[in-house]
């Protein structure tokens, strides 16, 4: 059964629909892209299949997500809805609030590289634009993900195979510090490799914070 705050409350009746434990995190997965059952399941460690399936449910049946066919039209993908997708700005608004929490590193917590894809657009956010193009690539355990930074706008995805500027390996607490600027690459170099141009990653992470609002072969 579904529960409610009974409250006639913007901030309460969100919390209806996403406020139970997982919700947001399978929220923050299918930010990263639509994924099947599978994959969800993958990127929530710890989850119990039978309550994946549940949550499931009921982010659909509240309009948050929908199912879509794969394009041979064999297998079923999960996917926010126009509505669902609206909450990245409060995601992204939490990951900023979270930034003290995370500084003390990962300790005994699962970490997967596909999480920066949402976390560093919305540390990267404050960055005032870059006055030109650059791509670099964010090594950590697990994988490699990049950031595309424009002068309109920052992005950061799976790596696609491109040819990247630089590439900057350290472990999560360390990029996410550099992101947040808790930290400077001055502070970090004896913990971080970076291969190519330094400067790529320096205007990337080392750019003045004044917005409010923002992203190897």
Partial sequence: MSRNYGQYCGLARALDVVGDRWN????RQLLIAPA????????LPGIATNLLAERLRDLEKHGVIERRLDENGANVRYALTAWGAQLREPIESLIRWSAPLMMPGPGGNHFRADWLVVALPALLA????????TTVGIATEGGMVQ??????????SSHDGRKLDAVITADPPWILGLAAGALT???????????GDEAAIQRVF?????RTSAATE
């Fill in 24 to 27: 947001l995190l399978i929220v």
């Fill in 36 to 43: 099947r059952y599978r994959q969800l399941a993958d990127g």
């Fill in 126 to 133: 404050a960055r005032e634009p870059i006055e030109h193009t």
């Fill in 147 to 156: 950031i595309l930074a424009t002068p309109s706008n920052t992005t950061v």
């Fill in 185 to 195: 690459l001055d502070n970090v170099r004896d913990v971080v490799h970076i291969d």
């Fill in 206 to 210: 080392g750019g003045p914070i004044g």
